[in-house]
């Protein structure tokens, strides 16, 4: 039996377009990628943009000359004070501190970042209160106040720590 009597034809596909499609599925496949990195990058920082950087309440009691950190450890992209202020007793011992914070940070963008950590501590009277709030930790014997200041012909906000001992 004889194979049947078939002509190939081919057809001639010109390379621009061959390369042209490769080049739009690499770009499309490009914009994913960078989308993706995007995502994996700015939702954690979206997540920490607005987080503070904390006083640390446990040098309360301390004497002023021992080394003592004033703030927690801060997260890459926490906002930190732009002033630090602390109250020291005739005896030497840190009993408060005021710390300020740059404009960019609002009152309520403050409170949700203090809320992350003492939500459990925020008095209740003031919760819904735009212009102030108050935390008072028994256990740590501090209590914390937020609200703002006008400093530099600007709103900004301050947090006072007050020990409960002193």
């Known amino acids: 039996m004889k194979p049947p009597n078939q002509t190939l034809h081919w057809t001639a596909i010109p390379l621009r377009s061959i390369a042209a499609r490769e080049l739009t599925v690499r770009c499309a496949c490009m914009k994913i ?3 993706i990195v995007i995502l994996v990058v700015l939702i ?24 003592t950190l004033l703030l927690s450890p801060a997260k890459d992209n926490s906002i930190k004070p732009t002033q630090i202020i602390t109250d020291i007793n005739e005896k030497g011992i840190f009993y408060a501190a005021r710390l ?24 209740k009277s003031f919760t819904e209160n735009p212009a102030i709030g108050i935390w008072r930790n028994e256990t740590g014997r501090f209590t914390i106040q937020l609200s703002s200041t006008d400093e530099c012909d600007s709103k900004l906000v301050q947090i006072i720590y007050i020990w409960l001992d002193r």
């Open 33 to 35: 990628n960078v989308a």
């Open 44 to 67: 954690p920082a979206l997540a920490y943009a607005n987080e503070i950087q904390y006083f640390n309440p446990q040098i309360f009691g301390n004497l002023a000359g021992e080394s």
């Open 100 to 123: 300020i914070y740059p404009k960019a940070l609002s009152l309520e963008e403050a409170r949700q970042s203090i809320n992350k950590l003492y939500k459990q501590y925020e008095v």
